[in-house]
């Protein structure tokens, strides 16, 4: 299958104003953008003891109480386990979707632990990953792990694998074994609901994630950079781990603040004079291609047919920069030709293969709708930075905490040729709490005026210096 040529890569980690940015840039351009409070709880991944508190039976589910705001959602297949988990069971379980909207968080209870290479299944067997298609290679690594794995568990080899030695994977091995060790030892110790393992760093599994990738390096920024940085470097295989360098904040000077309003934008330009339109539903995202001006000159044939090919592109980046999931339709100029149709379905197909999420796609359709099904893991970057319009209720808005961080980050560009100066934040009531909160707590470290030099200001937004 052909792949997407990618240009150089590398994987941004920055904090600022409370949040940790995770972005992969691609010649300096962002694919991907995930946004972490610092303070906030990362159930992706985490395992649990959790107390089966509900059940469905009529879909073979369970509810389990974990100690969060909701219960995690397990199905466990109840026709095919020969021991259901009933009311008032304690078991392991891991998270394998976080909470989205109005459903909880979704588990398993075949736990893994995640290296940077091998995956570890304290039961299971060992393989390989799909995405390995050398056959020489998946051989000799199968092999390799059939004689590493511990009686009864199982080792995965991930894509970043490849070309690793016996020895490496050995030593990696034995690293997943001590975690596991730990991991069963407080699950022994501890009563239900009660958190077992979770990775402490988010940037940590998010960079598991993308290893395979081939990053050319790995830049830190922010308050507390110098010690992720050394933690970082502790680990073999990484590619080279700098630390920004510039007068600017990495989010500001990497546009990453732009980038984040352009993702959360209806409309995304397009370079010919055409835009793209996204909406998004419950039930799914739509994405309606509009042709621009400057194809004015071909036929209406021609127009669709090269807007339709520039706009794939930037298509999938808005996918994956937004994170979107669930089904998504694309709705492209209508092409009469079948031929057409080909070429467009083709590029498609290939421009997705840089994404490592699971998908589904149908063929172009005769009406040139694309339906694409991607995996959800998360929710998307909208839902983390909006919520429902309190006028309108069917519309959405940023966050108070969103606009605030926004706002603040104004305030700072403002504030820095001014080192002495006094400077005055007005908002809508909860978006001015939330800044004070973050100014507190996180103010000096990032780069805002001291608190004295700021007023507070319940109104209309402004964002200046007092006179």
């Given at each position: 299958m052909n792949v997407a040529q990618r240009g150089p890569i590398s994987l941004w980690v920055a904090s600022d104003l409370g949040e940790v940015w995770l972005a992969l840039m691609e010649e300096d351009r962002p694919y991907e953008l995930i946004l972490r409070g610092e303070e906030q709880s990362r159930l992706l991944g985490a395992i649990f003891k959790g107390r089966v508190s509900?059940?469905?039976?009529?879909?073979?589910?369970s509810f389990i109480e974990i100690g969060s705001a909701r219960d995690a959602f397990l199905?466990?297949?109840?026709?095919?386990?020969?021991?259901?988990?009933?009311?008032?069971?304690?078991?392991?379980?891991?998270?394998v979707r976080e909470a989205d909207g109005g459903k909880g968080p979704r588990a398993t209870r075949h736990l893994t632990l995640a290296g940077w290479s091998l995956v570890f299944a304290p039961v299971g067997p060992s393989g390989v990953s799909r995405r390995i298609d050398d056959l020489e290679e998946?051989?000799?690594?199968?092999?390799?792990?059939?004689?590493l794995a511990p009686e009864g568990t199982g080792l995965i080899a991930r894509t970043s694998a490849v070309g690793a030695t016996r020895e490496e994977l050995e030593l990696e091995r034995d690293?997943?074994?001590?975690?596991?060790?730990?991991?069963?030892?407080?699950?022994?110790?501890?009563?239900?609901?009660?958190?077992?393992?979770?990775?402490?760093?988010?940037?940590?599994?998010?960079?598991?994630?993308?290893?395979?990738?081939?990053?050319?390096?790995?830049?830190?920024?922010?308050?507390?950079?110098?010690?992720?940085?050394?933690?970082l470097q502790r680990i073999t295989g990484l590619p080279p781990i700098e630390s920004f360098s510039g007068p600017?904040?990495?989010?500001?000077?990497?546009?990453?603040?732009?980038?984040?309003?352009?993702?959360?934008?209806?409309?995304?330009?397009?370079?010919?004079?055409?835009?793209?339109?996204?909406?998004?539903?419950?039930?799914?995202?739509?994405?309606?291609?509009?042709?621009?001006?400057?194809?004015?000159?071909?036929?209406?044939?021609?127009?669709?047919?090269?807007?339709?090919l520039e706009a794939i592109p930037e298509i999938v980046r808005q996918i994956l920069l937004r994170d979107l999931a669930g089904m998504v339709l694309v709705d492209f100029i209508d092409m009469i030709r079948p031929e057409n149709r080909a070429r467009v379905d083709e590029a498609l197909a290939l421009e997705l293969t840089r994404d490592r999420s699971k998908l589904r796609t149908l063929p172009l359709t005769e009406f040139c709708l694309a339906q694409i099904t991607r995996q959800r893991r998360r929710p998307s970057?909208?839902?983390?930075?909006?919520?429902?319009?309190?006028?309108?209720?069917?519309?959405?808005?940023?966050?108070p905490d969103t606009q605030a961080r926004q706002l603040l980050r104004q305030l700072r560009v403002i504030a820095r040729p001014r080192?002495?100066?006094?400077?005055?934040?007005?908002?809508?009531?909860?978006?001015?709490?939330?800044?004070?909160?973050?100014?507190?707590?996180?103010?000096?470290?990032?780069?805002?005026?001291?608190?004295?030099?700021?007023?507070?200001?319940?109104?209309?937004v402004d964002i200046s210096v007092k006179s």
């Open positions: 509900g059940q469905a039976r009529a879909v073979g589910a199905m466990d297949g109840r026709a095919n386990d020969a021991n259901p988990p009933q009311l008032g069971d304690e078991l392991l379980i891991q998270i998946r051989d000799r690594l199968k092999q390799i792990l059939d004689e690293e997943l074994l001590a975690r596991w060790e730990v991991v069963a030892a407080k699950a022994a110790a501890v009563r239900a609901p009660a958190l077992v393992h979770r990775d402490e760093d988010p940037a940590v599994p998010w960079l598991r994630d993308h290893l395979a990738l081939g990053p050319e390096r790995i830049v830190v920024d922010g308050p507390g950079a110098d010690e992720r940085k050394q933690a600017l904040p990495a989010i500001e000077a990497m546009h990453l603040d732009r980038e984040l309003s352009g993702a959360l934008s209806a409309h995304v330009p397009l370079p010919s004079g055409g835009r793209l339109i996204i909406e998004s539903t419950e039930a799914l995202t739509a994405i309606d291609v509009n042709s621009g001006s400057d194809f004015s000159s071909a036929t209406l044939e021609e127009t669709a047919t090269r807007t339709n970057l909208a839902r983390l930075m909006m919520q429902p319009c309190a006028c309108c209720r069917r519309g959405q808005v940023l966050r080192p002495a100066g006094r400077f005055t934040f007005a908002a809508p009531l909860p978006v001015v709490e939330a800044a004070r909160e973050i100014a507190e707590k996180w103010g000096q470290a990032c780069g805002l005026p001291a608190l004295q030099h700021v007023s507070f200001v319940a109104g209309e």
